[in-house]
């Protein structure tokens, strides 16, 4: 079980302390909800789309392109990693 504290430091239950910043929180509960809405698109679970996306560069071009990318519609950014997977070889249409 994983909670957020008020200091956004995450608590596992292995009993390890992990401190990250509120900004990478931000990173990572929009990059799940990126692979659940691209997971929806395309009729894949979570874990296939995680792996499509990072098998294609998706989720490197995502990383690099956070900045810009959050800021913009959810579909924008489906169609935006579409685009890049299908380059690096990705079926998916």
Known sequence: ???FSENFSI???TNTYINMSEEKLYKIAYFVYVIG???HKYGLTDKQAFRYLKRYEGMSVLNELYSAEHTLPIEDTVNDLTIVCQR???GLA
């Open 88 to 90: 690096n070889g990705g």
């Open 1 to 3: 079980m994983i909670c």
């Open 11 to 13: 608590f596992a239950n």
């Open 37 to 39: 809405e691209f997971a």
